[in-house]
């Protein structure tokens, strides 16, 4: 398993994005531009769900998709993210046969 999964893995913050990807609606309230499902969630949001700047956030997402766990997808000016459930999938095959 690549080392970029790893450390992506390694930290509770990430993990929380993760979880909160899952179920966006659930963790977000509504947007003005793209769809908390189809289009993924506003790195505003998700920085401001952290409690921390968006550099620090993004510092957070940039590892996250380095390591094929989410997309990015630029919608005017933000920048929306949300899980690449495919990778997920090939990355819980491999912690299982581990």
């Avoid at 450390?7 to 929380?16: G, S, T």
């Avoid at 994005?17 to 966006?24: A, G, M, S």
């Avoid at 940039?62 to 997808?73: D, N």
Wanted: net charge positive; glycine share 8%; with cysteine.
């Amino acid at each position: 398993m690549p080392v970029d999964v790893l450390k992506a893995l390694a930290n509770d913050r990430r993990l929380h994005i993760l979880d909160w990807l899952k179920d966006p609606t659930r963790h977000f309230p509504p947007q003005v531009d793209g769809d908390l499902e189809q289009d993924g969630v506003c790195a505003l949001f998700i920085a401001e769900k952290l409690g921390m700047s968006q550099p620090s956030a993004g510092e957070h997402l940039k590892v996250l998709s380095q390591a094929g766990l989410i997309q990015g997808r630029r919608i005017k000016q933000w920048v929306f993210y949300r899980r690449d459930e495919r990778r997920i999938a090939e990355v819980r095959g491999l912690l299982a046969e581990l």
